[in-house]
């Protein structure tokens, strides 16, 4: 089936360090793909997505590119703030996919 | 626009009771998920609604597991008996449920933490 594998975690990083959260996924066919955050003792939210082949999806300073060739949609930031601590986790959804997560990655920021 | 409201946001049981969760979507969403998300590990789909049918439930433990969308807008999550790896956070998502198009993004409510003792 359909899956989703992402870094294990937690990456700790200090404030404006670059971030880099890997994610690879399996599935038939081109899914959308995302990435959602989930902050302390809240749901998760969206946080960039991409629905084809080298699109690069980008919000709050977040960029991740759709990379059929390697089945892959990387999460970068080039310089992280202690407010980017959460979890983030990257998801398969779209048109009869099933959505699908991976295990999420917790991000701690330092001063 | 309202979110998804979930309830309540934390219970605590005992093993062998029962408990359930509720969950409205956002107005006008049509596909409806439950999710449960257990401590480090990523959201695991127990059930999808589309509209009052069910999409998928392979996932679900049916067993002690049952789920409800009686009139295709909120919908019941219920666990009985409760056995104490039920522990974790059940999430419940709503999409525009526009299958076979659109972009399958998941709106989430902000959870029901279960404690099984």
């Known amino acids: 089936g359909d899956s989703v594998t992402q870094m294990e975690g937690p990456v700790t990083l200090s404030e404006e360090a670059f971030l880099t959260i890997n994610c690879t996924y399996t599935?038939?066919?081109?899914?959308?793909l995302f990435w959602y955050v989930q902050y302390p003792g809240e749901g998760l939210q969206l946080l960039l997505k991409a629905t084809k082949a080298d699109d690069k999806g980008s919000n709050k300073g977040f960029e991740a590119t759709y990379r059929k060739e390697t089945t892959s949609f990387h999460l970068e930031k080039g310089s992280v703030q202690v407010s980017d601590s959460a979890v983030y986790f990257c998801?398969?959804?779209?048109?009869?996919?099933?959505?699908?997560f991976g295990r999420g990655t917790s991000l701690i920021v330092h001063p | 626009e309202a979110g998804v409201a979930q309830s309540p946001r934390y219970k605590i049981i005992e093993k062998r009771q029962s408990v359930a969760f509720w969950c409205n979507p956002i107005?006008?969403?049509?596909?409806l998920y439950w999710y449960q998300q257990i401590l480090g590990q990523g959201p695991k789909l127990l059930i999808q609604?589309?509209?009052?049918?069910?999409?998928?439930d392979s996932q679900l433990p049916k067993d002690r597991f049952s789920a409800e969308r009686l009139k295709g807008v909120d919908s019941t999550l219920k666990i009985q008996p409760a056995k104490l790896e039920d522990s974790a956070v059940y999430l419940c998502?709503?999409?525009?449920?526009?299958?076979?198009?659109?972009?399958?993004?998941?709106?989430f409510g902000e959870g029901s933490r279960l404690t099984v003792l």
């Open positions: 998502a709503s999409s525009r449920g526009d299958r076979g198009r659109g972009t399958g993004e998941l709106f």
């Open positions: 609604f589309q509209n009052n049918g069910v999409v998928d």
């Open positions: 998801a398969l959804s779209g048109g009869s996919y099933i959505p699908t």
């Open positions: 107005s006008g969403h049509a596909t």
């Open positions: 599935a038939t066919g081109y899914p959308s």
